[in-house]
């Protein structure tokens, strides 16, 4: 994968259109997990929590609503903290971690990040430009290149 540079405009971009998604963290936590679910129909039994719910009801799934939000306030988190490289590392480096004894891999990983470029083009249209999916992208990269040296470290 090549290295990328997230710059300023990309930064602002993210944060952009992150405000738009911050606006109902849980409800497009949810979105984007049953979206994830969607293309991905094996990644649900990675949850046992809801591994045998089926899809139709995943949406009023208290479990997975828990499980959504968290996800959503750590991507919050992230994104506060693309300005400090350092706690970055470390937040994504502990996901790492704590991902590893779920088997979960690099790939998985990456096809999180393309579903959330996909998922926010899908559910903010026009305010998703270009700038803000090249810095979507170029961000995911990084954080699922930390993540994944996390998973390795554990190991």
Request: proline share 1%; hydrophobic share 50%; charged share 15%.
């Amino acid at each position: 994968m090549a290295s990328a540079t997230l710059t300023d405009a990309h930064k602002t971009a993210i944060r952009s259109t992150w405000s738009l998604v911050a606006q109902n963290l849980r409800a497009n936590g949810i979105a984007l997990f049953i979206k994830m679910f969607e293309v991905h129909p094996d990644y649900q039994k990675k949850f046992s929590a809801f591994s045998d719910v089926p899809l139709d009801q995943l949406a009023t799934n208290k479990r997975l609503a828990a499980h959504a939000s968290t996800v959503m306030h750590q991507l919050a988190a992230l994104i506060d903290s693309l300005d400090d490289l350092e706690c970055l590392v470390e937040m994504l480096t502990k996901i790492g971690e704590r991902h590893l004894k779920h088997q979960l891999t690099v790939e998985h990983f990456q096809n999180l990040a393309i579903g959330i470029v996909s998922f926010l083009k899908s559910q903010l249209g026009a305010a998703f430009t270009a700038d803000a999916e090249q810095g979507w992208t170029i961000m995911l990269q990084i954080v699922t290149g930390i993540v994944v040296k996390g998973m390795q470290a554990a190991a």
